[in-house]
C-alpha cells in the first residue's frame, strides 16, 4: 500500500478504537453495527477506479452522539469482476461519517457525509474521497434495515472522478 493508503486505514481504524473505548455519559444510546452490501460505479474515461461496476461488502460502526447526530467508521472490500476472476480488481473503501437524522415519521431518513478513499490492493488508482450522501432506515424489532445512496467525489495525483455508490444491509 502506498503511504497515504497507510494513513487512510490507520485512522478509520484508530477511530473505531477510539470511539469503542471512549466512556459514555449515562442514558446514552450504545453503539451500533451494521452490515452489508455496495454497489459503486466509476465512470468512464478515468484512471482511478476500474471502469464499471464494483461489488462488495461493507461494515460499520456507529457512535449516537444524541438522538440527532452519530459518528460513525466503516469499511468496504469491494470487486470488479467483469474482466472476469481472473483479473479481478479488489479495493479498500474506508470511510468516518458525521450522520444527521431528519425529522420524519415511521421509516427513519438521514444524510451522511465526511472522509474516506478508495484503496486498490493491487495496481495504481485510488486516492482520498469526499462523500455526501442519504439514506432510509427501516426499523424492524431488534435491527433495522438500511438504503443508501452515497456518492464520493474521488481525488487523485493528476484526476478528479465521482464514485457513485449504492447501499443495503442492517444496522444491529
Known amino acids: 500500500m502506498f503511504p497515504l493508503q497507510r494513513r487512510l486505514v490507520s485512522a478509520v ?4 478504537l477510539a470511539g469503542a473505548a471512549a466512556p459514555r455519559a449515562q442514558g446514552a444510546a450504545p453503539p451500533r453495527f451494521g452490515v452489508g ?7 468512464p474515461g478515468q484512471n482511478l477506479l476500474p ?16 438522538a440527532d447526530l452519530s459518528v460513525a467508521a466503516d469499511i468496504g472490500l469491494l ?12 479495493m479498500l ?4 461519517s458525521v450522520i444527521v437524522t431528519l425529522p420524519g415519521r415511521g421509516s427513519i431518513r438521514y444524510v451522511l457525509g465526511g472522509f474516506g478513499g478508495f484503496i486498490p490492493l493491487e495496481g495504481g488508482g485510488g486516492g482520498p474521497t469526499l462523500h455526501l450522501g442519504v439514506g432510509t432506515a427501516i ?5 433495522s434495515l438500511y438504503f443508501e445512496f452515497d456518492p464520493s467525489l474521488l481525488v487523485g495525483q493528476d484526476e478528479t472522478t465521482v464514485a457513485l455508490a449504492a447501499r443495503v444491509g442492517v444496522i444491529f
Open 13 to 16: 481504524l484508530v477511530g473505531l
Open 37 to 43: 452490501f455496495d454497489v459503486v460505479g466509476a465512470l
Open 51 to 66: 471502469e464499471g461496476i464494483a461489488v462488495g461488502i461493507r461494515g460499520r460502526a456507529a457512535l449516537p452522539v444524541n
Open 79 to 90: 470487486a470488479n469482476l467483469w474482466e472476469g476472476s481472473t483479473d479481478a480488481r479488489y
Open 93 to 96: 473503501n474506508p470511510q468516518t
Open 139 to 143: 426499523p424492524l424489532r431488534d435491527t
